[in-house]
């Protein structure tokens, strides 16, 4: 979340979800949250249904949430800057803006709305194919509604330029004064269980716990006083920059519970990249298949068995209980941990309460929360004491970094465009039934009966053009590769436009992606790639 | 302000009900329709008091609570109430509970068994009907349906999924999935919400129904969900140290941040737990392969291999994922490791993908 931290100084979404029902108007942009984040999903269809909430959902497919909405601004997949630079013009042009909320709380301004000025509804409308009226109607409505509140998923942070789309969201929440107020926001809903509380404890390569930064010397004393040794404050790899270094300069991974050979893009280049190692220590509870290619394999628990904490999208420090105690040979992950560590000479804890410990003692927007707290309910950090209530909404007065930055942005194409042989716009995401690599959802009878296999959505007019009819296997190739899966017709994409569900080993979708790198965040194109399709002979198929 | 309940004083914020404020005190006032998630129907009038000062029976789910009220809950004229309302729906449905998945979790029974209630005093004879088993997750017994409506708010209004609803008229009135196709070729998406708040066996769960477990056999744990970033609050059930099925955990619902709702990844995805696929013991590569070997066997290779590739190529030669899957404690204890023993901070997790 790199663009948000550097421009809000903070990275976490900003507001709370049940905060909808304060809001008066939502953007709902790259997020098909009726099947990434149902609940919530819920709570958005009852905000609009209920409390007369307006929705406005910027989305290149017809997801389900269209149908909730006031204005549907169909884009063109890799347009999110144009988008919403272009809603921004016209907020601009039209004295829109919250001008004392930008006068007192931001700044760079000039240069922002310079930037802005090459956003004209015309060119915007060339660039995403979202009409001209339609952009002025979406941006009247946001605002002038009153307090709105932003949300975006995937489809905007896995774009080579998704740091520039997520400023872009910023600069929006910013010019309409909707930062730092209740129903407000800038809100990042993520993807997995516990990535905000992987982010908050340092699994990043730039910060320890809480983003305290490893090249700030106060911060580096602290954790090297605390844990005893002397630390390192050169900026670590992110994991999109080891790969690639696998057998040069990185001789070793170590893999807690995660799965890239699905997870990450252009998957041959993972495959090769990974066998270059020296030492590969996967930990998890299934032979994954990145598990498959490890030298040790150890064996942990699943959520069902283990004490400890998770926090949530908003932020939320929620305790979970063991449910069932674990069989087999198997160890408690902090267990695994802390026999390896004493390997090395120091001792751990061996209890997750402990360890907890731990973490509010170096992490001073956790310092507060204690197991007792939020046994029941779960409290959203930052909480720096015992008796603060925690936070449901950040920046409320004052930004982390005082002023927030209101940053230019610059308009740059995918990285990736279509031409005759590769004619059409390849997205790849999630669906309803499974999650991330399937190595869960896979397992689990109902939802492994409710969608078996991978398909490819692919607009009836576009089959038509290539004899295919619903449920016949095709090809789907791109520049680095090719699968083969069933077509799926539906007019949920758009002329032009296929989508393929990233969750299924055997025709992963991410053998066909693009590792074109977001130059900031690291984070691989996954949303837009050229690729053709074809219907696979039936001779051909009977032959296997 | 307080109330007199049944001759307690009984302590109640404004704004609460009668019934809300008698369930708080824990005093029994049966609900057939009224559910917290889904409000007041004003449908089966089986939660009905004598106030005094107010003519006739009242039906508490609706009834406003106000310092000094004086209500009773026992009295004949509303047992008389109640045994008619219980007798007339045992009498419609075909509540057989010795075989009902929903046994000794059913609000109905309970009120039956309150009321010393055996067996209905009058059957209207009918053939059953089929149950609808065309859902991956849901079974639906329409023998069993009390017409609460319960499950049409939950879907319509609650998770706004928008499936069901109430068709036809009179004595046929049903409950029914968009133009009343089967379950499993509706539209409905398997949030299992309209399970969760069923007071009888109308709406089960197929998978403990067909693995013959049922609710009461169960213990609950509150975990969160392994799935999305919403972090929805679960009740997950185990029986025999195994994982049964998974309800939304309703302590306080209205605090938690899924509101007493999941989605059909909560509600049905937590079974590979029990996969035969996890993995119960180390491996380590031995001439290629990877083999079952000791905990230490394998934790050895692990540090040698770590210490050896650190001496020789550095620190910074060493690379950490850590995952947006295990708890908070396990994240901090394996950057720990990897800043504090290894000495890099080349850490990572796959949240960027
Ligand atoms: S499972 Fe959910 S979507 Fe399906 S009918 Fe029940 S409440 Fe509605
Ligand atoms: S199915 Fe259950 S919740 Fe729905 S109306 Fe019938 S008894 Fe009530
Ligand atoms: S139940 Fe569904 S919405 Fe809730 S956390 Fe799990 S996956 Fe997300
Ligand atoms: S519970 Fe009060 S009328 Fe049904």
């Keep these: ?544 | 302000m307080h109330l007199t309940i049944d001759g307690r004083v009984v302590e109640a914020v404004p704004g609460q009900t009668v019934l809300e404020a008698a369930r708080a005190a824990g005093i029994y006032i049966p609900a057939l329709c009224y559910h917290p998630k889904t409000g007041k129907a004003g449908r089966c009038r089986a939660c009905v008091v004598e106030v005094e000062g107010l003519r006739g029976l009242k039906e508490s789910c609706a009834l406003l609570v106000k310092d000094g009220m004086v209500v009773r809950t026992d009295t004949p004229k509303v047992l008389q109430t109640r045994r008619m309302i219980v007798e007339l729906l045992l009498s419609e449905g075909h509540h057989n509970c010795i075989s009902c998945q929903s046994n000794a979790d059913c609000e109905l029974q309970e009120m039956a068994y309150h009321l010393g209630i055996e067996r209905p005093s009058y059957l209207v004879e009918s053939l059953p009907t089929p149950k609808d088993m065309s859902s991956g997750g849901i079974v639906r017994d329409s023998d069993k349906c009390i017409q609460c409506g319960r499950c049409v708010v939950a879907c319509q209004h609650g998770v706004v999924n928008q499936v069901l609803s109430f068709a036809y008229r009179g004595s046929h009135a049903q409950v029914v999935c968009d133009d009343d196709q089967p379950m499993g070729e509706s539209t409905c998406v398997q949030c299992g919400e309209c399970v969760q708040v069923c007071p009888v066996g109308a709406l089960v769960l197929k998978q403990p129904l067909e693995n013959k477990i049922r609710p009461h056999e169960t213990t609950a744990t509150k975990v969160t969900c392994p799935y999305c970033g919403v972090g929805c609050q679960i009740d997950l059930h185990t029986k025999d140290n195994r994982y049964a099925f998974a309800m939304a955990h309703e302590g306080q619902w209205d605090r938690q941040p899924n509101k007493g709702m999941l989605c059909v990844k909560g509600r049905f995805g937590l079974d590979y737990i029990d996969s035969p696929d996890r993995l119960r013991s180390p491996l380590v590569r031995k001439k290629g392969k990877l083999e079952k070997a000791s905990w230490d066997e394998a934790l050895d290779v692990v540090a040698k291999g770590l210490k050896a590739i650190q001496e020789k190529h550095g620190p910074d030669a060493v690379g950490f994922f850590t995952s947006a899957k295990v708890s908070n404690e396990e994240n901090y204890a394996l950057q720990r490791f990897g800043r504090a023993l290894i000495g890099t901070n080349n850490i990572d997790h796959c949240a960027r993908l």
């Design chain 1, 1 to 544: 979340m790199a663009g948000l931290a550097t421009t809000l100084g903070s990275g976490a979404m900003t507001n709370s979800m049940e905060e909808v029902f304060k809001s008066k108007v939502l953007l709902v942009i790259g997020s098909n949250t009726t099947w990434n984040h149902p609940v919530f999903g819920s709570l958005l269809k009852r905000a609009v249904k209920q409390n007369g909430v307006k929705l406005i959902v910027c989305d290149p497919r017809r997801i389900d949430l269209v149908d909730f909405a006031d204005i549907w601004l169909r884009h063109r997949n890799g347009s999110d800057v144009a988008l919403l630079s272009g809603l921004q013009h016209i907020i601009l042009r039209d004295n829109l803006e919250a001008a004392d909320y930008i006068r007192e709380r931001t700044e760079g301004f000039q240069d922002y709305k310079k930037s802005i000025d090459f956003f004209t509804p015309e060119r915007v409308q060339k660039l995403s194919g979202v009409p001209v009226e339609d952009l002025e109607a979406a941006a009247r409505l946001y605002a002038t509604a009153g307090v709105g509140a932003l949300y975006y998923c995937m489809g905007i942070t896995q774009h080579s330029h998704g740091v520039d789309n997520v400023k872009s969201c910023v600069n929006l929440q910013l010019i309409t004064g909707n930062i730092g107020v209740e129903g407000g926001g800038v809100n990042p809903l993520r993807g997995q269980n516990n990535v905000q509380g992987a982010c908050d404890m340092g699994g990043l390569p730039n910060v320890f716990t809480g983003y305290q930064p490893v090249t700030n010397p106060a911060a580096v004393e602290k954790f090297s006083k605390y844990w005893n040794v002397p630390l390192s404050d050169r900026v670590g790899l992110t994991l999109t920059q080891m790969i690639p270094e696998c057998g040069k300069k990185i001789h070793a991974i170590y893999i807690l519970g995660e799965n890239p050979m699905v997870s990450d893009p252009n998957l041959h280049h993972v495959e090769e990249s990974l066998r270059k190692l020296d030492l590969l220590v996967v930990q998890d509870i299934f032979l994954t298949e990145t598990a498959k290619m490890a030298h040790v394999v150890l064996p942990g628990v699943s959520f069902a068995e283990k004490l400890g904490t998770f926090t949530n999208t908003e932020r939320r420090v929620q305790l979970s209980n063991p449910a069932i105690r674990p069989t087999g040979n198997v160890r408690q992950d902090y267990e695994i941990i802390a026999d390896l560590a004493l390997r090395f000479g120091q001792e751990f804890p061996r209890a997750p309460e402990s360890l907890f410990q731990e973490i509010r003692d170096l992490t001073p927007s956790y310092a507060g929360l204690t197991y007792e707290r939020i046994r029941e309910v779960g409290i959203p950090w930052p909480c720096p004491t015992e008796d603060h209530p925690g936070t449901r909404f950040l920046h409320a007065g004052k930004f982390a970094r005082g002023l927030a930055l209101l940053t230019p942005v610059t308009y740059s194409p995918p990285a990736e465009e279509t031409d005759e042989e590769y004619d059409l716009v390849l997205s790849t995401g999630r669906i309803l039934e499974h999650f991330h690599t399937g190595s869960m959802t896979r397992r689990s009878q109902i939802l492994d009966a409710a969608v078996k296999n991978g398909h490819v959505e692919l607009h009836p007019e576009d089959a038509k053009k290539r004899g295919i009819s619903d449920g016949d296997m095709v090809t789907v190739a791109t520049r680095r590769g090719r699968i083969e899966t069933s077509a799926m017709l539906t007019d949920r994409v758009d002329r032009g436009s296929i989508f393929i569900p990233f969750h299924f080993a055997e025709a992963a979708a991410n053998m066909l992606t693009n590792d074109a790198l977001d130059p900031i965040a690291k984070i691989p194109e996954f949303k837009v790639c050229a690729a053709r399709l074809e219907r696979i002979a039936v001779a051909a198929l009977e032959q296997k």
